[in-house]
């Protein structure tokens, strides 16, 4: 017999960048993404991403990746229905892979398989720490009592109040990756900058550019202020690709700068570094 504790268990996709002491305290199952690289298979989120990214600046040709089966999924499932009588699962935006699809055919999969429990899926429409915010956010309105619709509706209002900016170090990835002319049309042809992306509901696009690293800090240090009135306070989850010497520097200037409730910081998830390579520093963030 399942001893139930709470009406909703939280499942996720390894791409949400959550640490996994975090995930753990919070009840999250979080199913990897899985990579191919070097003859080895790395399980995104579980193997050491610091040992991922040093291979990586190796690396002549880019690993390739496989979003989580819905077998995957399912074994998810069956693990969060021994402690909740309904579970969600939240995955990365449909618009960026095949993992959405893939938790659809679990979720049916599990209608045949586990009678009784509701299961759902939605995408986050936040990417990497930002969906990491959102998921967080789903694991903690559970443990008070709030049951899936809920939820659900809270994350629809939420979702959009989540920013994400990300700087890239390098274009060599995208290059290897065969993205050069998407880079060639962000950048419009010009060289030795670095591009600082943000995303919504599945869509990633350049939101500005920096010369130099410290530039880049820099700049999402503005765009940070302008979308923060003065008075209110942060969660804030800071991230970074093999680079965390500067990714605490990042942390303690936006500590400084802002009334930071919660404050998370969090490697970037590798299979998404496989595209954009180690040196990604990036923050999300919503305003409480």
């Not at 753990?24 to 990897?32: D, F, L, T």
Request: glycine share 8%.
């Amino acid at each position: 017999m399942r001893a139930v504790s709470q009406k909703v268990a939280i499942v996720t996709d390894s791409s949400c960048c959550l640490p996994a002491e975090v995930a753990s305290q919070h009840g999250i199952e979080i199913v990897p993404f899985e990579m191919a690289f070097e003859g080895r298979t790395y399980r995104d989120g579980v193997d050491d991403p610091d040992d991922f990214y040093r291979m990586l600046r190796k690396a002549e040709r880019l690993p390739t990746t496989s979003a989580p089966s819905p077998g995957l999924f399912l074994q998810a499932f069956a693990e969060a229905r021994e402690r909740a009588e309904s579970i969600l699962c939240i995955t990365l935006p449909d618009g960026l892979s095949s993992l959405h699809n893939s938790s659809l055919q679990a979720v049916m999969l599990a209608e045949e398989q586990m009678p009784g429990v509701r299961v759902d899926t939605m995408g986050a429409g936040a990417v990497a720490s930002g969906q990491g915010l959102l998921v967080l956010e789903a694991a903690r309105a559970a443990a008070r009592g709030l049951d899936l619709d809920a939820i659900i509706n809270m994350l629809k209002e939420m979702a959009p109040r989540v920013h994400f900016f990300a700087a890239l170090d390098t274009l060599d990835y995208l290059a290897k990756g065969g993205h050069v002319p998407k880079v060639a049309a962000w950048l419009g042809g010009v060289v030795g900058i670095r591009p600082i992306l943000t995303a919504s509901n599945g869509d990633i696009k350049r939101i500005a550019q920096a010369r130099s690293r410290k530039g880049a800090v820099d700049k999402m240090l503005s765009l940070m202020r302008a979308r923060i009135p003065l008075d209110k306070p942060v969660q804030v989850c800071v991230m970074h690709a093999d680079a965390i010497d500067e990714a605490e520097a990042f942390r303690n200037v936006i500590e400084e700068r802002f009334e930071c409730r919660e404050m998370l910081m969090t490697p970037f998830t590798p299979v998404m570094g496989v595209h954009s390579g180690p040196g990604v520093l990036g923050v999300a963030f919503r305003v409480l």
